[in-house]
């Protein structure tokens, strides 16, 4: 097993998350049951090649909400210092929002206060917008010149949609975000039930799920909204299978964030893909072994954080038993080839393994070359083509 420098805090295993998703959670972390919270691209723009990274570098171009019966609350997330251009960008989205068919009942300005931010939303006066408004030489696609298209026939309503946004409006400067979530958290996933490590596993992986359905949503154009039900069942699907005895991420889910990127020479040059290229397989299929590789160490270390070492020994040890199993039937009937050695040890049943991904991934784990006391060769060394 690679060294691994347990995290004593807990909480630092939040500070990998975008801030809008953070943003994002905690909205959520505050709603009732008659509620839901929504992200969504502003303006239809197009962000291609987004990934979990680089959200942050595209928070102008996206809002979340809180919807229920009564209200809808339209958030605006700046971590970065707010410029004067930005402070006019957020008003011009809001003043095409306020404009539309949606009934706002707040505007809220949400920032990290580590950046000092002053509230400069309407340091402008409406008549010097407005000006700028009419004077823009921006392309039909910016906001501004759609704001133009819309108003410039009609001064007094533009001055109206002004003056109602500022009166719902709010500044919000928060510090320490993450542990404000753990704060919100704490009744949801049990904080006194559990060890401080399953609790702060168990925030991450709600983040993990957030982050996951709005990359979907968010690469398929479609807004993502979380109602109060589904929070719910989605915090006891995460007890369940994060606890202090046995841990496991969902698959599906830690598969679309963590992406396989055979670029990356430490890939090519692995002992685990070469293994995976004896066995013939197209690179579809090496990139889901890998990818299974992959979450087995997740999960290893996440038993690790529990001191849960015996786990994955016995975990390792069950799968390299098949594996030794396996080859020797294969090369007494004549079968022994990589793919059939890959093939039929991931057919062998290993009890200690909660879901077929970690089992499968643990196999693959163990062709690594830091492997020494149970490494495994779909094709032996000595029969390897150079």
């Known amino acids: 097993m690679d060294t691994y420098n347990i995290d004593e805090s807990g909480i630092n295993s939040l500070r990998g998350y975008a801030y809008q998703i953070k943003v994002f959670v905690l909205c959520i972390l505050s709603i009732n049951d008659d509620m839901q919270v929504g992200f969504e ?10 990934t979990p990274e680089t959200i942050d570098d595209n928070e102008d171009k996206f809002r979340s909400s809180i919807y229920s019966c009564e209200l809808v609350k339209a958030i605006q997330v700046k971590r970065t210092s707010i410029s004067k251009d930005d402070a006019k960008q957020i008003l011009f989205n809001w003043i095409l929002l306020e404009s539309s068919k949606e009934q706002i009942t707040d505007y809220i300005l949400f920032t990290d206060s580590s950046y000092k931010n002053k509230d400069i939303i309407f340091k402008n006066s409406v008549e010097d917008l407005y000006e700028e408004v009419l004077n823009t030489k921006r392309t039909s696609k910016a906001t501004v010149a759609k704001i133009k298209d819309k108003f410039k026939k009609n001064k007094t309503e533009f001055i109206r949609i002004y003056k109602s946004i500022k009166d719902k409006y709010t500044f919000v400067a928060v510090d320490m975000i993450d542990n404000k979530i753990d704060e919100k958290c704490k009744l949801l996933f049990r904080k006194t039930g559990v060890t401080t490590i399953t609790y702060y596993n168990r925030i991450s992986e709600l983040l993990k799920h957030i982050t996951f359905e709005i990359m979907k949503c968010v690469n398929e154009k479609e807004p993502y909204r979380m109602k109060y039900e589904e929070l719910m069942a989605c915090s006891e699907d995460i007890c369940c299978r994060i606890t202090d005895k046995f841990m496991y991420p969902a698959y599906s889910e830690f598969k679309r964030l963590n992406k396989i990127d055979f670029t990356d020479l430490k890939i090519a040059k692995s002992r685990e893909y070469k293994q995976l290229l004896a066995c013939k397989m197209p690179q579809k299929l090496i990139e889901m072994h890998l990818q299974y590789r992959n979450y087995y160490q997740d999960v290893c270390y996440k038993y690790l954080e529990l001191n849960k070492t015996s786990i994955i020994q016995d975990i390792e040890e069950t799968t390299y038993e098949n594996f030794e199993n396996v080859k020797f039937i294969l090369q007494n009937e004549g079968q022994d080839t990589p793919f059939n050695r890959l093939k039929e040890t991931n057919k062998c049943p290993n ?29 032996d060394d000595d029969n390897a083509e150079s």
């Open 41 to 50: 691209v502003i303006d239809d723009v197009s962000i291609k090649k987004l």
């Open 351 to 379: 009890s200690y393994a909660n879901n077929d991904q970690i089992k499968y991934g643990s196999g693959i784990y163990l062709t690594r070359e830091e492997e020494k006391e149970r490494q495994i060769s779909w094709e």
